[in-house]
């Protein structure tokens, strides 16, 4: 597994651990496009990520966690998604770590969608994933109302899932 800092620093000095949290969610995209054996469905499934952390309140999604891998056979991927929590109900004015356009809070449709255009993916592609997050509204909603968080935090949890989406309305 080779992090996207990695990959960026890899003709430089190693960065130190800490500026996992100095870049944006497009300089991801260009490193994915750069060095991806399949940049388009690399692009896509970096979009996918981010728009999840994002609407699932994951504060913590950094540049380590957006990570190249190369498999035996030279192929080289984006890794399946991993250290996805809530940040945002232990740290209610929680972040995203990674700047969407340059703003890190308050993002709506319209930053998605120009984040996905950035990422190289078509408009209808966009739409239909911002689309797809709206639809798996109610099923999230399940998911949280069975989880054992306190009743306090589930729900904290589906006010920011629900909030969120409609940000893609």
């Given amino acids: ?31 994915v496009r750069r060095y991806a054996t399949e940049p388009a469905i690399e692009s ?24 190249l891998l190369t498999g035996v056979d030279g192929i080289v991927q984006l890794s399946p998604a991993y250290d996805l929590l809530c940040t945002r109900l232990l740290l209610p004015d929680d972040r995203f770590a990674l700047p969407v356009g340059g703003k890190q809070d308050g993002l709506r449709r319209t930053d ?11 408009a209808r592609s966009i739409a239909r994933e911002l689309a797809r997050i709206v639809a798996l509204q109610k099923s999230a909603i399940d998911l949280v109302s069975r989880s054992p968080l306190s ?6 949890y589906v006010e920011l899932l629900g909030e969120r989406a409609k940000a893609w309305i």
């Fill in 151 to 156: 009743a306090s935090l589930r729900a904290r």
């Fill in 112 to 122: 998605w969608e120009e984040y996905g255009k950035y990422c190289g993916l078509p």
């Fill in 44 to 67: 896509l499934r970096l979009f996918r990520q981010m728009v999840f952390c994002w609407w699932t309140g994951n504060g913590d999604a950094h540049l380590k966690n957006f990570s």
């Fill in 1 to 31: 597994m080779e992090p996207s800092v990695a990959v960026c620093a890899r003709k430089k000095r190693p960065r130190p651990a800490k500026r996992k949290y100095d870049g944006a969610a497009e300089l991801c995209a260009r490193l």
